[in-house]
């Protein structure tokens, strides 16, 4: 944090980033409270999440070639409209369903990608790879902080008020975050952009990046399928167990465990290389997520979310800088942004499956299910040979 705007890039990025930790739980009770169906809640934030998801790589490229200045503000006033409408959508029942699928997917379009330009900018800003380590650590922790406090808040407005503030809020928070980071972003990175628009573009490359990092991706795909689906489980299980707001506490209490292990990866001195590292991990999130089939209680399930938190954010932040180990520099952005790209794309799939499975299978099968995902990850690791000098090489054949 002592590093030349360090602390204007983390405290604009703060802002801006809870607004994603608001957004879901309360467009979710939103759109279910308008509809009365979870199944049609969870088809609206999958349009959602799949229009942000394929788009990312085209509102990241355009952030590398234009520079963040000229590009998130625009992003951001678009965003925030479209959630306006959706809160306003959503204030009573009786819009039609349509209308919110529409809306929800105009909010995709325009999402910032707020993860993926700060952590290029602690990149530009940090070039040791022990604090490089440590940042990207504090980076993931401090955004797993956020989805302690903004789903805390989005259930607080729930009960108080109604969920469609929830996402008032949120679109005000994208907003005001959103340009703090743009400004915070000094101008010759911003320019360095239109430099950047050089790099090498070839589907070639991307299919070679993509072939290199296939353990970190799947992680990632495999982590965010699990989790989403867990999201949406929650959900449920909090509405058959008392008052869906409830589910607040258990998405706080997987975020702190986040947090937790998010310190220690940033703290310890890991013997383990990243890939072996990456593999434990899955597999310790995958077994803690399938504990939750067991779970008789609101209070057993937020018990059983920490426990899974612990792996959450040092599961994603060794797929980032494993990602960043094995691609070259021009391609580290793009290769983070992939990682990102997947993470959400299983989240997506997993709620919309989920939505359905909700409806024709007992809860607890359900919640087995969504562990299936993140251990189905395991298969994606390859063979490490550990050399002296620390680093990992996969077995090739």
């Known amino acids: 944090m002592r590093t030349p705007g360090a602390a204007r890039l983390f405290g604009a990025a703060l802002i801006g980033r809870l607004s994603y930790g608001t957004v879901s739980l309360s467009l979710l009770l939103a759109v279910a409270a308008t509809t009365g169906s979870y199944a049609r809640a969870g088809w609206v934030m999958a349009v959602f999440s799949t229009v942000s998801v394929l788009l990312f790589p085209a509102r990241a490229g355009m952030v590398d070639r234009y520079g963040p200045r000229r590009v998130l503000p625009p992003m951001a006033a678009g965003y925030a409209l479209t959630l306006l409408g959706l809160a306003a959508a959503t204030w009573q029942s009786g819009t039609p369903y349509p209308v919110l699928l529409v809306l929800a997917a105009a909010a ?164 383990a290389t990243s890939g072996n590292r990456l593999t434990i991990l899955t597999a310790v999130l995958g077994t803690a997520l399938a504990l939750a089939a067991l779970a008789p209680s609101v209070p057993v399930l937020a018990v059983i979310a920490a426990i899974a938190g612990l792996a959450v954010a040092p599961t994603l932040t060794t797929a980032y800088l494993l990602t960043d180990e094995i691609a070259p520099p021009e391609q580290r952005t793009r290769a983070g942004a992939w990682v990102n790209t997947a993470f959400n794309a299983g989240g997506s799939a997993s709620t919309a499956l989920v939505g359905l499975l909700t409806e024709r299978l007992p809860l607890s099968v359900c919640l087995l299910l969504a562990a299936a995902p993140v251990l189905a990850a395991l298969v994606a690791a390859p063979s490490w040979r550990v050399f002296g000098s620390g680093r990992t090489v996969p077995v090739e054949g």
């Open 108 to 271: 995709g379009v325009f999402a910032p990608p707020l993860g993926p330009v700060t952590r290029a900018q602690w990149s530009r800003l940090v070039t040791d790879p022990e604090l490089r380590r440590r940042a990207y650590s504090l980076d993931t922790v401090a955004e797993e902080l956020l989805y302690v406090t903004g789903p805390l808040l989005a259930g607080v407005l729930a009960t108080a008020a109604r969920p469609a503030v929830g996402v008032l809020l949120s679109a005000a928070l994208v907003l005001g975050g959103t340009l703090a980071l743009a400004v915070s972003v000094p101008r010759e990175t911003a320019a360095a952009g239109d430099a950047n628009s050089t790099a090498v573009e070839g589907s070639s490359h991307t299919r070679g990046l993509l072939s290199r990092a296939r353990q970190p991706l799947a992680a990632a795909a495999g982590a965010g399928a699990g989790l989403g689906a867990f999201g949406l489980l929650a959900v449920v299980f909090a509405g058959r167990h008392g008052r869906d707001a409830d589910v607040a506490w258990v998405e706080a209490a997987l975020a702190a465990g986040s947090a937790v292990g998010g310190l220690a990866l940033g703290a310890v001195n890991w013997r």
